[in-house]
């Protein structure tokens, strides 16, 4: 089975830090992507990669940047946090065909 | 208007009891179509993707209309365990990123 790993379940940042959030996967994917989930508002994407080095934005991408180094990892970064950014951040690695996507177990972050 | 759109619920329904959700998706185009499911604070997990001919996973059967844009999730027996929010998801063309829908939200009650 695919598996695609958060490196936190929770986080409480303050106000102006820089957050780092990592993602990792184990089955050599090319696609990734960084999604955050507001009640009433659904998933919405942020970025997405399709390789190494290679991103492109998604819906909401303001406020936020992202890194991929390595074909596994794939870091999502907000360069100076806010409130608004307080939400339930989930990465996914594409399975593709009949399979569609395998998620991350989520990190909750609380901006303070 | 919405590209994926769910009726929002939420569904209270009785054990044992026959629910259905539709989804209707914007793009003809669309390939891929998926149910998810989400259960409280926990990540979505592929619960069934959706074929052209409709495909049946035990107490799930799911169809899919391209003529009218829609898709269906069928749950027969439900059980307290199909508590959860429900989320239609859709591949639109080439895109390599999936559009979720908002979800619906199910209660089993005993």
């Known amino acids: 089975d695919v598996k695609v790993t958060q490196s936190s379940r929770y986080l409480v940042k303050r106000t102006g830090e820089k957050v780092f959030l990592e993602c990792v996967q184990d089955m050599d994917h090319e696609n990734m992507f960084w999604y955050r989930q507001d009640p009433g508002l659904g998933l919405r994407l942020i970025y997405f990669?399709?390789?190494?080095?290679?991103?492109e934005k998604g819906d909401i991408p303001e406020g936020y940047s992202v890194s991929r180094e390595k074909k596994e990892r794939f870091s999502l970064i907000l360069e100076s946090a806010s409130t608004n950014q307080t939400s339930m951040y989930l990465c996914a690695s594409l399975t593709g065909g009949p399979y569609g996507y395998t998620f991350g177990s989520g990190t909750r972050l609380t901006v303070v | 208007r919405k590209e994926v759109e769910q009726d929002p619920g939420p569904f209270n329904v009785p054990e044992g009891a026959t629910v259905a959700f539709n989804c209707t998706y914007s793009?003809?185009?669309?390939?891929?179509f998926f149910w998810y499911r989400q259960d409280c604070r926990k990540e979505p997990k592929l619960l069934m993707s959706v074929y052209s001919s409709g495909n049946e996973d035990g107490r799930f059967t799911a169809q899919l209309n391209r003529a009218s844009q829609y898709i269906s999730l069928l749950i027969r027996d439900s059980k307290l365990s199909d508590s959860a929010t429900y989320l239609c998801v859709v591949n639109f063309g080439s895109a390599r990123q999936l559009t979720f829908g908002s979800g619906t939200q199910l209660t089993v009650l005993p």
């Open positions: 793009n003809s185009a669309s390939q891929s």
């Open positions: 990669s399709y390789d190494v080095k290679m991103k």
